[in-house]
């Protein structure tokens, strides 16, 4: 029932922009904190943003503190990453996820969407 869609992904140069979307359905959205992760090449599944079911308080890996804004949109069960200045260490493919509630632990993940920075 649950259905996590991300979209938004691609190819980008070192320096440039991309907004990830996830789209959400199954589930009562605005009660839910939502996140973003990412498994990365050579370094495996890493938890990138986070923020709380009204979207007033964040939380950022420190590789993406600074460059990364995460948000969303109750209305339309949306949840976003902006991505700027990205560089290489960013590629990877990343996901959105829905928090259990009882920790750093998800139970839905989406398909995923690839973020490739390169020239």
């Known amino acids: 029932q649950v259905q996590l869609v991300e979209s938004g992904g691609g190819l980008v140069e070192p320096g440039g922009s991309l907004r990830l979307s996830c789209a959400a359905s199954?589930?009562?959205?605005?009660?839910?904190?939502m996140a973003w992760l990412r498994q990365v090449p050579g370094k495996g599944f890493e938890w990138v943003s986070e923020?709380?079911?009204?979207?007033?308080?964040?939380f950022y890996a420190d590789s993406v503190k600074g460059r990364f804004t995460v948000s969303r949109d109750n209305a339309k069960n949306t949840v976003f990453l902006q991505m700027n200045n990205l560089q290489t260490e960013d590629t990877g493919l990343y996901y959105c996820?829905?928090?259990?509630?009882?920790?750093?632990?998800?139970?839905?993940w989406g398909q995923g969407t690839q973020v490739t920075v390169s020239s």
């Open positions: 996820a829905k928090p259990t509630g009882t920790g750093p632990n998800y139970d839905y």
């Open positions: 199954g589930f009562t959205f605005n009660t839910y904190a």
């Open positions: 923020l709380n079911s009204e979207g007033r308080k964040f």
